[in-house]
């Protein structure tokens, strides 16, 4: 396992192909660092005992220990503990911990690189499997591209005017593909180890240049990372925990960029395009079980502690609306115990876990999601949108103003309601909010893609059926 | 264990003691047919092979084979199958299986009596174990009589005006205790053979009388049963499996009732009672991540096989609203595997479900009833509501012509259409309707019993911590 | 103007055409009497003085005094006491006054009829102001009959495998027509004497024998109403004035009958049909903004009454929720007020009231209506499901009890209580409470309905102009 | 009338007494431009043909043309006006106009020192008059300064241990009265001429010190606006309207001020002290029902480009959203119309808006606001969060792959969809986008003031009376 110091030591090795505002910059640039930070807990924490077992596993290929974010989930167990894992680094960051795209991404990959080799005699398994073992080895932390940018919504990727806002395959070598495209939404790729790149959608035959699924390292050639940052405002006095971590999201352009053999992990399989789309998107929802969470215990716990500093903690709606918060929160994080319970053994030995109770959990978050903020906009009041800035708390003149009436219950210091204050205007009145919220509702797909998830899956058939029986239309039990 | 014609032969050798519309009535009274129809199906299925499985178990006391519902809960796996028993059961009878409170309350006293004998040296436990040996045994059907009738909604049980509006202990004997007061809302109780009582708050020390739990069998003397019946509109022709089943309530007045020591399991350990109040309410709440999930089936399967007749079953509102009642309905399920997956083993050895997760389940499922029907009432249109009498349809004049207009797709015979619509008409538009909807938003406790029930355990305080710790209030992280 | 008992001689006098329960009844068939005296209200209270001003006007005709039921809105204040007579009569009767969709239809057929003989050269506006001068002079209570049945929603009139499905003229005579078709959920029709037949939609130019509009005896040949009683639980003892109202909604067959020329109003001039079906749907809609805000009027007052009783009106949860009812309310009632301000008056003089806000009226009255009963059952708790049967109350052995034990408050008597929830229990928990939810849903037009008709008026592209203006699509400002 | 460049003037002339980040700046400051540039337009358009006669009016006191943002509404027409002008120019600006609540808070004194002048013998409304004369010749922007930072919440004024948590009169003087305190969330302070302070509360006997109405120019001595700025990112080469408007929000501190008799208009008369508060807001509540619809307006416009250029504007689900938005918007319009429709006239000849329907209309907007926000984010999609740097567009590498891949219909020019995209962005995922998300439910206060508002006028008791006589409790009928 790798420590956070050769996590950024590797990054600032790597060439610089990451745009922001116009540039190339290095990855030492110190906008990318809030980002950096949040990845650096995942290596940091999986050595402090407190953390240590839950963030670590057994590797299945080498029976070393190794970062949980790297392991292919081979148990109920396994679901659990991804899913407990990411509740946990998600509140200790105080938001989306990043990592968990990539390990999602290795294990949809796991199961259908497999299950293309036996239905089609090829070896992809047995590349992903090598990829695999020097990923664990090296603790990779990894981004998953799979978003298209998709151009005209109401076409297909073949009907598009420019074949190309579908990524695809513009050239077919003895040793490898070049690719042209843009993957969109790229959390964490601007300090990514590695990019893995997944289909987006279901193909149809006449699509095979589309259907093609790989992974380069991020600072590969002809890949370029347009990167828009979008970290919280920098404190000067009042350094806290949430000041230092960040948003990162990447634009990634595939300019014809070529793509060797032994990393390539689909490559013309259209019937297998949508199954791997489907599939990272269902770890990916379920680690969303689990991170979605924590952002409700965040809440919570500022509607809740500035609820205690303005006395009104103990008021009838105040503790509706807790009770509020904690319900959303905990049916999420339900859901995603039930789906790890009631998962299923892939051929490969992957475990899967279930697509309705992933489903309807990440829909559940995701038409919350403004309305937790919502609530705690409801309790915290104005303030937290017209808070003076950090510097005139510290004006000789009016500094001691503010001081004084800031001041709420007579026994919490003013620096405290202060910080609180602050801490919830990043929360919810911020660019950095803006992104958690948008994210909330679209990240991992947004509600409407989990209904169709849903609707796909779900037997009504038999539901008629019951209908039918309790109506008299069909004379049997139907069971 | 019984069969459902021995169930009926007991009803009709028990003494008259239910009332219905101002007369005494035997418990062969037609109107009180539907709702024995309910139970009964609990005895036929847990013989038929398509059932047996999930109907019955193995008694821990005795090792013999016993009916699921007079189970006592010894493992994960016994509550996931109560919880899967309960949605097919309710499945098949289209509504409330009725039984769950018994085995509910059962469950509840194997726990209480355990943990108030090891404090007070009583032998509650003991006289509960024989008495459970016997419920076993004789695959009693029983009603739990819980909920008081409570006077001024501003007093406590001792300071109200009327002491009886609690039902509490008027007499103690040596050979037992006379008790008075009157329990609502007891569905089940006009049929059931046993009603076993318990307290349905928490108590303070000045209130011993009313700290009271004991069983009797349904006709005691001094026993009334007041009955309220609400069954379906009857069916001269299209007869169908949801005419058949119905609903009773019973206010229960205990008038000066004699209880003997050997069914008396709780008299005056004030700490006791809400603790069994609230253990009742649990493993009553997850019995409704069973059933209201199956009312969730009927509804979507209602409303699924009305939109396919129309003809617009693939639109995308209905695909939508389809999708919302799956999600419904799965994270309320979710949330009853969770609660089983994390259960914890009593000093009984009973296993109770966890709070948190019953509590939200049932409370998501108390604030979408009236949501549920309203999809169904939108999607179904006002023919619900219109829909002319039986009868009319089998008049020479107008009957063809009302079979001819009821016509939607052509390849839908007018009878099924007809059938259809009589069923959702049922379900949203009748007596029984409200009475079902009623029950969803208050049965098992409403929807703020569950918020007070959760934020009574859960850790808002760790939240807070988490709150601090991130703005910088507190320096260590919290775990 | 005419008399309640002059309404009633003349219903008497009527021939049989009312079936219910597969047999032709009389028109003072006990059945119907409910819905009868709804209509009698509107009758007897237009003389009573307190309610006189609202419930008369003067027509525009010959300057007499006539029912307000009758008038021609020739001014905003027209259209706003409309709104107002419509709330206060339907608090009157404790749900629909029912007499309203007769004046919508004949505001509409004014302005149509008018504007169609400017375009096509016809008579319809001169028969039709013969026709108001007589409906008007003898004070007629009419039925609107617009919705077919329909057949397969997913086809047009003119495409139906049955084209009955939607009422067409099968013969064109010298002296009239002969229509054939039926018109569902036609509330009032049994006990209406005048039936008038709109069109239910936009028609096509092949659809000629489907643009026809008429008015008609309710007892006309060959004429069948075939009507579902739906009347509250009979009184015995607590007589109250919410337990002499009732509704009945007749599917109306038209079988082959023949319309004379002077009750046509429209025969084949395709481009009105729709605008016609619209216009009444804008009246009716309108009339929606007066009676839903009665409903949430009584609702609010059971909501209020039973807290009062339970002690617990002052609670913030219910404060909160009473608050959440007059919203709803009063967002209706000032939409209805808004729309009445904003009329047009049309070429024939009629004032139209605003589309946009007549629909967003309508629509959140829709949308409101389940979540409205939802709180009255919140408040008033199970009990208004498990009340005890009437006459239990006064048996002598338990009725003293059940008066007993149905105290809240010491100084509210028993019966009181008894009363409030007997109508609530009527409210929301009987056959009556599911037509008027599924009523309160798609009467006069389901909420989908509304949104397409303001989808249809909005300047969508006007509020796209300021987008792209505020973005520097645009450069000049767009007002 | 002014026009912009002589309130720019002005505010280059006035003291420096702006606090932003920890120094003093004078009104010229850059930070400040976008604030002023909203409040310009309220002059610029004055003059321009096409707003003039709307954001014009006549003077009652000089017969002068008038900025309609100096008016004391005479009529029911100056109410409509004041709602549409701020509709129209809130459109204008992208967001809240910021000048309405000088003249809220100039209508309420015109009542309120009129009404204590009859009951206590004041001259205040002389003063006021004069005041009035000054402020329309001067065309003054105004700021109100009604919100008090209360301290502990559960405690009254008097009751605080800082007494100073609700600004009071600490020295009465013969020229005046020297007050001490602060006002938050004071928005347009900054660049306001005026500041006029009103209390916040109802007030007790004993709280004559805090019972105090004046205005004083912004730069007064012993005043200090500390400022929290909130403009959107700076655009370097697409340049919009919407970039050139932002937000200022002043804690204003009154730092032992004095305030000369002639400008003091409430001093210590407590019994008026809570009707000032709740007019000013109702005024202000009044011209919420013209602002919001406008930010309806703008996020339907910003929901049906973006869905236009995605090609998915006529999908089902978007005009089920775009209806959504429209009610909202139109429900809390109508509730204004109907408030100004059914307002009242004042003894002092001001015009009072319907306190039921402005409440319900600012209520129905506070609880939609986050529910728009979400609505455009769903349809927009997460582009909104991850639209790259504008810089990165125009690089020479990056800069053709961006515009080629964020194309989307063929027709629309990658700038169109850039410049859309990026006005999105600065509506829901921005700094300012927190602020407008917060003002939405907090200014000119939160539902749960509206709530208060409501239950505080609402006869309540009349529906109790429907309900006793529907329910036979009361015999005779209700009017």
Not at 11 to 33: C, H, Q, T, W
Not at 194 to 208: D, S, W
Not at 390 to 418: Q, T
Request: glycine content about 8%; charged content about 25%.
């Amino acid at each position: 396992m790798k420590t956070s110091k050769e996590y950024y030591e590797k990054l600032k090795s790597m060439k610089p192909n990451v745009y922001i505002g116009g540039e190339v910059v290095k990855r030492d640039d110190a906008r990318l660092k809030p980002g950096i930070n949040v990845i650096s807990l995942t290596y940091d924490l999986a050595t402090n005992p407190k953390f240590e077992k839950l963030l670590t596993a057994t590797s299945h290929l080498t029976g070393e220990k190794i970062n949980r974010f790297t392991n292919i989930h081979h148990s109920v167990d396994d679901l659990l503990k991804k899913q407990e894992m990411t509740r946990t680094l998600c509140r200790m960051c105080g938001g989306c911990i990043q990592r968990c795209m990539g390990i999602d991404a290795m294990n949809a990959l796991s199961a259908v690189t497999y299950g293309v080799d036996q239905r089609f005699g090829t070896d992809y398994n047995k590349r992903y499997l090598k990829y695999l073992q020097w990923f664990q080895k090296n603790d990779i932390a990894a981004n998953c591209a799979q978003t298209d940018v998709k151009g005209d919504r109401s076409k297909r990727p073949h009907e598009q005017k420019d074949p190309d806002m579908y990524l695809r395959v513009v050239e077919r070598r003895k040793d490898g593909i070049v690719v042209r495209g843009a993957k969109a939404h790229n959390t964490i790729a601007g300090y990514a180890e590695e990019i893995i790149v997944t289909p987006t959608r279901f193909l149809t035959p006449e699509e095979k240049d589309w259907a093609v699924a790989f992974a380069i390292p991020a600072d590969w050639d002809n890949v370029h990372l347009v990167c828009r940052v979008t970290n919280p405002r920098e404190r000067k006095k009042l350094d806290a925990p949430i000041s230092h971590v960040g948003d990162v999201e990447s634009l990634t352009i595939f300019d014809d960029t070529f793509i060797p053999n032994d990393r390539i992990f689909l490559n013309g399989e259209v019937e297998a395009a949508g199954i791997l789309a489907l599939l990272f998107a269902l770890f990916h929802r379920h680690s969303y079980t689990g991170c979605k969470p924590a952002i409700g215990d965040i809440t919570m716990g500022y509607t809740a502690l500035v609820a205690e500093y303005n006395g009104v903690e103990d008021a009838k709606h105040v503790q509706a609306k807790l009770a509020d918060l904690i319900s959303t929160t905990e049916l999420v994080y339900a859901s995603g115990i039930a789906a790890a319970y009631t998962s299923t053994k892939d051929a490969s030995g992957t475990y899967i876990p279930n697509t309705v109770y992933c489903n309807v959990g990440r829909r559940h978050a995701g038409i919350n999601t403004y309305h937790e903020a919502e609530i705690l906009a409801d309790i915290a009041g104005g303030l937290a949108a017209t808070l003076p800035y950090e510097e005139d708390f510290y004006n000789p003149k009016v500094g001691p103003l503010l001081n004084k009436y800031i001041m709420r219950k007579a026994d919490v210091p003013a620096e405290n309601i202060h910080r609180c204050y602050r801490a919830i205007g990043d929360a919810i009145c911020s660019g950095l909010a803006g992104v958690m919220q948008i994210a909330g509702v679209h990240g991992g797909g947004s509600p409407v893609m989990e209904e169709i998830a849903i609707l796909k899956q779900y037997d009504i058939k038999q539901r008629k059926e019951i209908a039918k029986y309790l109506s008299g239309i069909r004379k049997d039990m139907p069971v």
